[in-house]
């Protein structure tokens, strides 16, 4: 586990000198405090921050084959190394570690960009092949370890980690697409493959690309291809019962791999589902008991710290807690510098100080992120479900009858009517992207008055739409997967332990599991109001049945109460500072309005002025060079 960065030349000059590598590198020393090491040609230069986890001694990077021609730097874990290892030495190649990053080099030189898909794990590779005077960047299928890349200056292109990698190379002046901000304020994320600089691009999930430099100052040769797809058809036939079994031995497997380490670990206990049973399939495999961490509030509502008690009492862990209070916000300025851009989900607050509360005890942790997307777990599913529903029902006089009683009942119980009305209103996948939205047009309006965006689901519309998938609940599983799972479930669970130089691994997102799980009936994951409902079924043979029937709660914060007690004096202090008028961001009474509307109870706008804090706060961080682009 560690950060990766680089240069490539585009058109064959050299690059700056190995300083500028250096640089970059030691901008992401906490993903990797344990190691750093580089390569430098006059086309290519490659480096890494290394974690170490497995053969601690051993896995320096870069890493090389066919003689040196091939070097190698990497950011993650290949789970099935041990396997790839044994057909590459069949083949005759010499290793001289017991790391899984030197298997990437002489696969790489055996297979070229093919090896890529046999890789079984979270990956960002970077791969300088001199042999063909070309550089190689991959990604995991699922996107769980970040990548940017993009033309910092005429002729240079850089790639990192982080985007502050990219932020240390001399003379790029960053510009702020602020067609992206609007995209952080509809969805709370920025998503792939834009960021919220102009020019740079995140390699999207499942693809590679090589960078082949210009000779004597001609064009570059750049290539970008997918190399992994979720096939959710055809549908497996085998009986509820059967397919129960092999769901259990798929997460079992998966989990099973990811124990494999060479320093201490432990898990992410929530309480909730997923994280429960990743823990109670990891005790199955340790003669030892498990260390596990949760996090809880004061806010009744949001605590989950008694059934992650329970659950740790269940299995036998050494459980460690703590509980976050208002001043964690506090932490603001340090999220701010993690993300490196702008991100909404407030999460990422109990998400980091849980990180920083495992760090203490371990390396490497266990999480259940991925289960809600496999197995339709969130409530928004069924909650589009009835929006099915009562549009068949109804015989398409919904829409105006929400409306009409909207209009007829006073405050927040007409204005949620009102809502349902416009979604019901709208076409495919904007009735589901409308449920699930932060901010609604009308919302933009306020924020950014007549430069709001028409269209706030441009940019990920797309993603919802797959000629290969034959029903639209299925099609939203499939999309969040490619937008929020990989944008911000990912980003938030990477940023926040690599800040922590603790390493997150997700055995509900193996390759194999999800590959099992996408050919599952609809019926086996969602049925009447009962999401996961195959995945519980598993679960009643490892946990106790009040874990089974818990209210899902989410990882949550109170900010609403917040915002209008502790958080408050923060909020008003940021909005009514001079630079933030200065900016010319916002519409200042659109921005009053939200505030007045929230502490006043009319509506919740927790959300909306946690983003206006974040993207203030993350602007006061840049340099002073950087300017934003028009809004369109």
């Known amino acids: 586990m560690c950060g ?50 497995i053969d601690v ?106 985007l502050k990698t990219l932020l240390a190379v001399p003379g790029w002046q960053p510009r702020i697409s602020m067609d992206a901000v609007q995209d952080f304020f509809s969805l709370g994320y920025i998503p792939a493959p834009d960021t919220i600089f102009e020019g740079i691009g995140k390699l999207p999930p499942g693809h590679w690309m090589s960078i082949e430099p210009g000779q004597d100052g001609g064009a570059p040769n750049i290539v970008q ?31 099973r791999v990811r124990l494999v380490s060479d320093v201490p670990f432990g898990a992410f206990l929530s309480g909730g589902l997923d994280s429960s049973v990743v823990c109670a399939l990891m005790t199955r495999h340790l003669s030892q008991p498990l260390k596990t961490f949760s996090i809880g509030f004061d806010e009744a509502g949001f605590d ?46 109990p998400t980091f100080l849980v990180s920083q509360l495992a760090a203490r005890h371990v390396k490497m942790v266990l999480s259940g992120d991925g289960g809600d997307e496999l197995f339709a777990g969130y409530s ?49 996948p904007d009735d589901y992207l409308a449920l699930v939205a932060l901010a609604n047009p009308a919302d933009l309006r306020l924020l950014f008055g007549e430069r709001a965006h028409a269209d706030p689901f441009g940019s990920v519309r797309q993603r919802f739409v797959r000629s290969d998938i034959n029903s639209h609940a299925e099609q939203i599983l499939s999309g969040d997967m490619d937008t929020y799972l990989v944008d911000d479930i990912l980003v938030k669970v990477d940023r926040t332990t690599m800040a922590n130089s603790l390493e997150a691994r997700a055995p509900l997102l193996d390759q194999n599991l999800i590959a099992f799980a996408a050919r599952l009936p609809f019926n086996l994951k969602l049925r009447g109001e009962q999401g996961k409902y195959l995945f519980r079924k598993v679960a009643a043979r490892l946990l106790p049945a009040e874990v089974l029937t818990k209210r899902k709660q989410g990882f949550a914060i ?67 060079q950087t300017s934003p682009s028009p809004m369109h």
């Open 4 to 53: 990766i960065a680089g240069l490539i030349s585009l058109d064959g000059r050299a690059l700056p000198g190995l300083q500028t590598l250096d640089a970059m590198c030691r901008t992401i020393v906490h993903r990797g405090p344990d190691d750093q090491g580089t390569f430098h040609t006059d086309w290519a230069a490659i480096g890494m921050r290394r974690l170490s986890i």
């Open 57 to 162: 001694a051993g896995g320096h990077q870069p890493v090389s084959s066919a003689g040196g021609r091939i070097q190698v730097v990497f950011n993650g874990e290949i789970y099935n190394f041990r396997e790839l290892r044994q057909t590459l030495e069949a083949r005759g190649y010499v290793f001289q570690s017991h790391s899984d990053s030197e298997c990437i080099a002489h696969a790489y030189a055996e297979y070229g960009t093919d090896c890529f898909a046999m890789l079984r794990g979270m990956f960002a590779i970077a791969v300088v092949d001199q042999d063909r005077r070309r550089l190689v960047l991959a990604r995991d299928r699922i996107g769980k370890k970040p990548l940017y890349v993009g033309e910092l200056s005429p002729g240079v292109l850089g790639f990192g980690s982080e």
């Open 225 to 255: 291809t997918r190399y992994s797809h979720v096939d959710f058809l055809p549908k497996w036939t085998d009986n509820e019962d059967t397919l129960q079994e092999r769901l259990f031995a798929e997460l079992d497997d998966a989990v």
């Open 304 to 349: 989950e710290l008694p059934d992650a008690r329970r659950v740790a009492q269940h299995l036998g862990t050494e459980h460690h807690e703590m509980v976050v209070r208002p001043d964690a916000a506090n932490l603001l300025e340090t999220l701010v510098h993690h993300f490196d851009e702008p991100f909404g989900d407030s999460s990422a607050i």
């Open 380 to 428: 928004r599913y069924r909650r589009y479900a009835t929006l099915q529903r009562i549009r068949r029902t109804t015989l398409g006089m919904a829409p105006g009858l929400a409306k009409l009683g909207g209009a007829l009942l006073p405050g927040a119980r007409g204005r949620r009517l009102s809502g349902i009305g416009q979604r019901l209103g709208l076409p495919w």
């Open 558 to 624: 109170p900010l609403a109460t917040w915002f209008r007690n502790d958080l408050r004096p923060m909020l008003l202090d940021t909005i009514g500072s001079r630079a933030f008028k200065e900016r010319g961001i916002f519409d200042q009474a659109g921005i009053q309005r939200l505030v007045d509307e929230h502490q006043q109870g009319l509506q919740d706008r927790g959300e909306l002025l946690w983003m206006v804090m974040v993207l203030e706060t993350w602007m006061q961080t840049l340099p002073d």
